[in-house]
């Protein structure tokens, strides 16, 4: 292969049918190295195979791009960064070459892509697809067991993706729905923003991992109890009552102590156990779901939780959560119970490896003693595990998933850790 000196460099986009390099048998001289213009030399301009006028009898092949023309003052850019820029919406011709000879690389347009979602957001969003526990943080202000007050909706995801209703047709493929004669046209906003961070994020982990969801139903009556008692207990003061999700975050603390395989990440060369057990919250905000992270978790007395979940949720809500602050946790829970949801599927929270689905909590009659078949009213929760199946097995997972149940059966167990 020889290459000629002025032949254009990586990335740099150059018309169909440009020479950019010979292939010769080994100690034939490439044209540019003889000195002859390729025309001179014999070397056809597309493929040759050794016949016809004029042409060697030793092969010469050359190769061409099959890229599209780029306008000379356009900067180089590699065929990834330029594919990433397409998704992401960002202009890549304004951008500045980090990459050789500077070109633009897949880098560099991230960085583009986070500086334009900062502009209407708070930086490195982490989206999680399900909803939070939305009980009042502040005393007094709760009404039944598990409601919440209504999720607040943000108006590009009102509009984002219409329902098509009677009349209608499908879209145009142009990302317009257009619509049958006298009827309404649908309104269609495009992909961008945060709700395009979460789209990227739910297919990459819909498109990576192998989800496994294991459910199960805990007896949350004493769990309701020791709620009750702490909102007893605060009473007539400004202090936090701890929600169901501080209690939650601490029962998954000490589980997976017992159950490190589930407080891991998937990396290039092995699983990684992490450490510290740190728990993301998914909360619902007016830019889209957040996951607040609560560091450490294992080691704060639930009140401590408590105050640091609440002011993590404050601030995602208000729009001046940190980056910090949503990066770098290693187990995420999401609590659909204030909007009478039971058991759904959750969507793992990548780079993560499991993620607990909280149900809500509704009393009902139950068979609390089996030999002699008592029925009694229980306060019942239900409990959706999802976990990646690449980084652990079934029955590891299930074993989890049953001292979570344990845990909140009998808070006894872990409230003084």
Not at 217 to 223: F, N, R, S
Not at 265 to 272: E, K
């Amino acid at each position: 292969l020889r290459i000629p000196p002025d032949a254009p460099g990586p990335g740099v986009k150059v018309p169909v049918g440009t020479v950019l390099a010979y292939l010769v048998e080994p100690g034939e001289r490439a044209p540019f190295e003889s000195g002859l213009t390729p025309e001179a030399a014999g070397a056809p301009l597309s493929i040759g195979n050794g016949e016809g006028p004029g042409v060697r009898s030793s092969p010469v092949v050359t190769i061409s791009a099959f890229a599209p023309v780029t306008r000379r003052d356009e900067p180089p850019i590699s065929p990834r960064a330029r594919r990433i820029a397409a998704e992401l919406g960002v202009r890549w011709a304004d951008l500045k070459g980090s990459g050789r000879s500077g070109r633009i690389v897949e880098r560099d347009v991230q960085a583009a892509a986070a500086r334009l979602a900062a502009a209407v957001t708070p930086p490195a969003l982490t989206p999680l697809p399900l909803g939070e526990d939305v009980s009042p943080w502040k005393r007094g202000s709760e009404g039944r067991e598990g409601e919440g007050p209504e999720p607040a909706l943000a108006e590009e995801d009102r509009t984002l993706a219409p329902t098509l209703s009677h009349g209608e047709r499908e879209p145009d493929g142009h990302g317009a729905v257009s619509a049958a004669p006298g009827a309404p046209a649908a309104v269609a906003r495009p992909l961008t923003g945060i709700r395009q961070i979460i789209a990227r994020r739910m297919a990459d982990s819909a498109h990576t991992i192998a989800p496994v969801t294991l459910t199960t139903e805990a007896d949350a009556t004493e769990l309701v109890t020791l709620r009750n008692r702490m909102k007893d207990e605060r009473a007539g003061t400004d202090q936090i009552v701890p929600s169901y999700n501080d209690l939650l975050a601490k029962v998954v603390a000490v589980a997976l102590r017992d159950h490190p395989r589930l407080n891991a990440s998937l990396v290039d060369d092995g699983i990684v156990e992490h450490p510290t057990v740190d728990v993301g919250i998914a909360v619902d905000t007016e830019r889209g779901l957040l996951v607040p992270v609560i560091r450490d978790v294992a080691a704060k007395s639930i009140y401590q939780i408590a105050v640091e979940a609440a002011r993590l949720i404050d601030r995602a809500r208000s729009g001046k959560i940190s980056a910090d602050e949503l990066r770098g946790g290693t187990f995420t829970i999401t609590n659909l119970g204030p909007y009478e949801v039971d058991d759904f599927t959750p969507i793992v929270n990548l780079p993560e490896c499991a993620i607990l689905g909280v149900g809500r909590i509704v009393a009902r009659p139950v068979v609390v003693d089996e030999a002699s078949e008592r029925i009694a009213v229980r306060r019942m929760m239900a409990l959706s595990l999802t976990f990646d199946h690449r980084v652990v097995d079934g029955a590891p997972a299930a074993r989890f998933l049953q001292q979570v149940k344990r845990l909140i059966e009998h808070p006894t167990l872990w409230i003084i850790r």
